[in-house]
């Protein structure tokens, strides 16, 4: 199983900035891709950015040139840093990875319990 624990959520002004963290652990063989997803008062679940284990990344429209995501694979942790926080990015953001708990084993999704993002103007 991996546990995945999400810090660095809060209440912050438009334009500041912000850094989530997620630090994955537990008995898993690798993580291979790492996620952000963001659950906005009344819409559905949308990704935000993603890493693979190659270090390659993708951002959501929304983002593009705002956010950067970045993996530590060594500690199995993965980060976003949110600069020109606007309203609209208030949301709880979810961390989620994609892992393979032992050698040859199928691939399996992890989420966490959310962290709260508030933005005001």
């Known amino acids: 199983q991996v546990q995945l624990v999400e810090s660095g959520g809060g209440l912050v002004q438009a334009g500041e900035s912000l850094r989530l963290s997620c630090a994955a652990s537990?008995?898993?063989?690798?993580?291979?891709?790492m996620h952000w997803y963001r659950q906005c008062p009344g819409k559905q679940r949308e990704l935000v950015a993603s890493?693979?284990?190659?270090?390659?990344?993708n951002y959501g429209d929304s983002v593009k040139g705002r956010f950067t995501i970045s993996r530590d694979s060594a500690e199995n942790t993965v980060y976003l840093r949110m600069n020109s926080l606007d309203v609209e990015d208030t949301a709880v953001y979810y961390c989620n990875v994609i892992a393979q708990l032992r050698v040859g084993s199928g691939y399996q999704n992890y989420w966490g319990q959310g962290t709260q993002v508030t933005v005001s103007s």
């Open positions: 890493v693979t284990s190659g270090g390659f990344t």
């Open positions: 537990g008995r898993f063989f690798r993580i291979t891709a």
